[in-house]
């Protein structure tokens, strides 16, 4: 019999070891395990399953194993203390809702949704060879286009080249083939032009929606509003100064009749008038042309001569001196000159900005799509009254129809074509015919 010593108020106590071990029970009889059944029947793996549920514990909190991790990551010295503790737990206290809706689990959970699958490899629609032999082709053309274009002819007379006869024959055969094709012209390069690359410009500049000032809003600034307001006071002085200027344009009745009655005077004078001078005008032209004789030629003399060529002579002179004189005049106003051309080219500065304007202008114009332009009718500022402010969405009143304004855009933007309401016109008039009943009654 064996024993074994133990400590106990430092006095050792032998011991036996049949006191300490557990009853020994018969021994039974191993079950079957022949089988796959059978084996997971009569095998006892309730500690392996345990150690199993412990690992599953451990990594649903968060931890994973406990064995596998370091003591720096299971461990921290606290060297101060934390200040934050109570602001974070009593001054930012989370809802309950929130905290049971919180996953405790450091399992990620499983996803429903399909996983997608990696993006297919975009085939490839030449191999690398033939991408090659493309490539190859393409500098054969682009060096040498007649070449390139007899091609064909070439590789027919390769086929058919005697491998065995001499180089001189070779050398035949493709001159000959060359001048079967010396008739066809070279094959011309296209003349690409560049505005193909180029982006395609937009028909309008004008924006899609255009944005209201703020002064507009439902609940706008006062600096805003009463711009706005001013604003539109603005326009609407000088719509009244310019009706009022038509108006004042506008004769009355009495005084149109005194200006149509002086008119008709005027008029009748003036054709008397014409008609005596018409009349006076051919009794002189009568006159003179029954006066009017021929002048009779003679040979001048020598003293006549002489007096008209130093006359002439005198009259270049003159003219001569006039040159000269105006070319010393314009020599000396330089100064003038310089601000004449100064002028000129403020004038070209001031012409090249005016076409600009009008350009960019017309590119905002609308086109003309249809028969009829679109023509864009002037809308008053739409401002409301401080008295009138809603101050908040709920008590907004509905203004203006939003179709209407998109339809005008699209029109102005030469999206949809302009167009003016037509009235349907009756192709054949109506006939009015009395009824056969009608007839026989009377």
Do not use: C
């Not at 100064?335 to 080219?345: M, P």
């Amino acid at each position: 019999m064996s024993v074994s010593l133990s400590a106990t108020d430092g006095v050792k106590v032998i011991a036996s070891k049949a006191s300490k071990s557990a009853p020994v029970l018969p021994r039974t009889k191993q079950a079957s395990r022949k089988g796959t059944k059978a084996w997971r029947k009569n095998v006892d793996i309730t500690s392996e399953e345990a150690t199993l549920d412990e690992l599953r514990e451990q990594e649903r909190l968060g931890i994973g194993r406990l064995e596998e991790k370091k003591d720096e990551e299971l461990f921290t010295t606290d060297t101060k203390a934390d200040e934050d503790v109570r602001i974070k737990e009593f001054g930012r206290r989370k809802l309950r809702v929130d905290d049971i809706l919180k996953p405790k689990s450091g399992v990620l959970a499983v996803s429903t949704r399909p996983l997608k699958a990696e993006p297919a490899k975009a085939k490839r629609e030449f191999s690398v060879a033939e991408l090659a032999r493309i490539q190859r082709k393409a500098d054969a053309l682009n060096k040498h286009p007649a070449a390139a274009a007899t091609g064909k002819k070439n590789k027919q007379a390769e086929r058919n080249l005697d491998i065995w006869g001499d180089a001189d024959s070779a050398s035949t055969t493709d001159q000959a083939s060359e001048e079967a094709d010396s008739f066809l012209p070279p094959p011309a390069k296209l003349n690409v032009p560049a505005t193909l690359r180029m982006a395609p410009k937009a028909k309008t500049g004008l924006p899609a929606v255009q944005v209201a000032p703020a002064g507009a809003s439902y609940n706008p600034r006062f600096e805003d509003h009463q711009k706005l307001l001013m604003e539109a006071i603005r326009e609407e002085e000088e719509r009244i100064s310019e009706l009022r200027e038509i108006m004042a344009k506008a004769p009355t009745n009495s005084a149109s009749a005194s200006e149509s009655a002086m008119v008709v005077d005027a008029v009748a004078d003036s054709s008397d008038e014409e008609g005596a001078g018409l009349d006076g005008a051919d009794a002189d032209e009568a006159a003179q042309t029954e006066a009017y004789v021929a002048p009779l030629t003679r040979k001048l003399t020598r003293a006549e001569r002489n007096r008209q060529a130093r006359r002439k002579a005198e009259e270049a002179k003159a003219a001569a001196r006039r040159a000269e004189k105006a070319l010393r005049e314009r020599m000396e106003s330089l100064v003038q000159l310089h601000a004449h051309l100064a002028e000129l080219e403020q004038e070209r500065e001031a012409e090249i900005a005016q076409r600009k304007k009008r350009k960019a202008e017309k590119e905002l114009m609308p086109a003309k799509l249809s028969k009829h332009r679109f023509v864009a009718t002037p809308k008053a500022l739409e401002v409301q009254l401080t008295e009138d402010l809603a101050g908040s969405l709920r008590k907004l009143k509905p203004e203006g129809n939003l179709a209407k304004d998109r339809f005008k855009s699209m029109q102005s933007r030469n999206i949809i074509e302009s167009r003016i309401p037509t009235n349907m016109k009756r192709k054949y008039a109506k006939k009015v015919y009395e009824k056969r009943d009608y007839r026989e009654f009377e």
